[in-house]
């Protein structure tokens, strides 16, 4: 499909084929069948264009997410927009429906690759294979393979000693993580997945202000007392819609005051 958004970056710049190409290092043929559509870059072509049409080379993969799940509604959400100004934080996800489920881990795993952080999803096989549906025509991109790692929460919750090698954080040396667990609802205020990670020993470098966790449950398999305790534990409450302060949230309890989301948007404002 012809790249039209590219062709309008290109003419805001007063720049010819031959001048994008030149400053991108590579050659005019291979950049025109970019703007056509006719081949993908790869990471790195896309990065050096976006250096030189000022863009960010995200772009170029976020059009070819699967046709279920709408770039419109991922990119431009209020979700999306809380999530690119979070850099730390725990989140509590309660929701009703799979679909606006399986979105909301591929908004959290886009809006975290803008920052450069290293993406973690435990998750089971269900969800997990429509999770990396999702991102199937990324999955020969280096930037996706270096910033995504999917887990099946059964392989952590049957492995008896450190979950270090599931966690792959070492060896891509990540400034910031963000980790997606999808926990029990049947102990749900035990947190058994997302524990089990905490005890490795490279997880253990990273402080409060490098990790973002959200940890996941069915709305409808959770007891009321459940929900409100769980509203307790977490600042962030996220829901099928947005994001929000947790209105229950006890800070003195738990031991560290988080920002407030609409806090941290006039921050960015400013």
Not at 229 to 247: E, F, G, K, N, R
Request: aromatic residues 12%; hydrophobic residues 35%.
């Amino acid at each position: 499909m012809k790249r039209d958004w590219l062709i309008q970056f290109r003419k805001e710049k007063r720049l010819t084929q031959e001048q994008v190409a030149s400053k991108a290092f590579i050659d005019r043929a291979y950049y025109s069948q970019i703007e056509t559509g006719k081949r993908n870059p790869g990471f790195n072509v896309a990065v050096n264009i976006s250096k030189v049409l000022g863009f960010k080379p995200l772009m170029f993969f976020q059009e070819h997410l699967s046709e279920n799940v709408s770039n419109s509604t991922i990119l431009k959400s209020e979700i999306s927009k809380s999530l690119r100004r979070m850099d730390q934080g725990k989140v509590i996800y309660l929701y009703n429906n799979l679909e606006s489920y399986i979105q909301k881990v591929v908004t959290f795993v886009l809006t975290g690759m803008e920052k450069e952080s290293f993406c973690i999803i435990i998750d089971d096989y269900r969800h997990l294979k429509q999770i990396k549906n999702s991102f199937q025509s990324l999955a020969n991109h280096d930037y996706i393979q270096k910033h995504l790692f999917l887990i099946d929460k059964d392989t952590v919750l049957g492995c008896h000693e450190s979950v270090e090698n599931f966690l792959f954080i070492k060896r891509n040396n990540p400034k910031k993580i963000r980790i997606w667990i999808h926990e029990s609802h049947e102990n749900p205020l035990e947190g058994e997945l997302i524990n089990k990670v905490r005890q490795s020993k490279t997880f253990k470098k990273f402080t409060r202000n490098d990790i973002i966790y959200v940890q996941s449950y069915n709305a409808s398999l959770l007891t009321a007392k459940a929900y409100i305790q769980m509203m307790q534990m977490y600042p962030y409450l996220m829901t099928d819609t947005a994001i929000v302060d947790s209105p229950l949230y006890d800070s003195e309890n738990n031991g560290f005051i988080y920002p407030s989301i609409y806090i941290q948007e006039s921050d960015k404002d400013n």
